[in-house]
């Protein structure tokens, strides 16, 4: 069984920490590094090395502290999409690739959408998925670089896991998140639970994360676009009747947008 910690920096980044109980030599593998000082301040205080980093897209606040931990950490591997804009990843993946790191493989997935170069990693024996940006706990990313339709896809691969999956995502998103799903379905009272459960956990200082896919399923309106609550919603919102799931997906992320 791995450790997983959520390393907050930033406002609102969680940077991911894995490691592995039963071999503390091993090192730690390091999630979106967006800041090397917390980082280091973090492997310092638990006494752990850097064994390799995972990149999940470009964006500044998950790689701007890749180069300065490499370079203090004897320029350990950092695993990240082939086709990324950042230039400091030394172990290229595509979707397909699998990699293993503590004894565990991480299946790799290309889930374009929030960047074009966004992948994720999962990995199944351990049941861990590290999304990034693209799944947070009741919502999803932004679409700044992706279409409608790639993010419904990645929606669907996201679906596909087994329930049990934790779902370690990047950002403390998730109260902003339930206010938008419980206006998308006031009805729906697993998100009415999930609401003050996470208020009390926010309230305590401690992270709602990570979700698990089951919960998304249940809670999380961008992975429930099939649903009838859903597109009536939509509907009566924006008075435009979506055909697809995208299309749904698409005028639930503009809504949010300004939420």
């Not at 006494?47 to 950490?73: F, K, S």
């Not at 919502?139 to 279409?147: A, D, K, S, V, Y």
């Not at 691969?157 to 109260?175: G, I, M, N, Q, R």
């Amino acid at each position: 069984m791995l450790n997983l910690t959520p390393i907050p920096a930033f406002s609102d980044n969680y940077i991911w920490a894995i490691s592995d109980p039963e071999h503390p030599d091993a090192g730690v593998i390091i999630v979106d590094p967006g800041s090397a000082e917390v980082v280091q301040q973090w492997l310092q205080e638990h006494q752990q090395t850097l064994a390799a980093i995972l990149v999940t897209h470009h964006h500044a606040d998950h790689t701007g502290g890749v180069i300065e931990l490499q370079q203090q950490n004897n320029f350990c591997p950092v695993y990240g999409p082939a086709n990324s804009t950042f230039e400091g990843i030394t172990q290229p993946l595509t979707e397909g690739d699998l990699i293993y790191l503590l004894d565990t493989g991480f299946e790799i997935k290309a889930v374009p959408g929030h960047t074009l170069d966004h992948i994720s990693y999962y990995a199944s024996s351990a049941g861990l998925l590290f999304c990034g940006d693209t799944l947070f706990m009741a919502g999803c990313g932004r679409l700044f670089e992706g279409t409608a339709e790639q993010m419904q896809a990645a929606m669907d691969y996201f679906a596909s896991l087994p329930d049990d999956t934790k779902v370690c995502a990047a950002h403390e998103y998730t109260l902003s998140n339930l206010a938008f799903a419980h206006a998308v379905e006031p009805e729906n009272q697993d998100i009415g639970i999930m609401t003050e459960k996470c208020r009390s956990l926010r309230e305590q200082g401690l992270p709602t994360l990570p979700s698990l896919i089951g919960i998304e399923k249940a809670i999380n309106p961008f992975m429930r676009t099939s649903e009838t609550s859903v597109i009536h919603t939509v509907y009566g919102h924006t008075g435009e009747h979506p055909e697809t799931p995208a299309q749904t997906l698409a005028l639930l992320r503009e809504w949010k947008n300004s939420f």
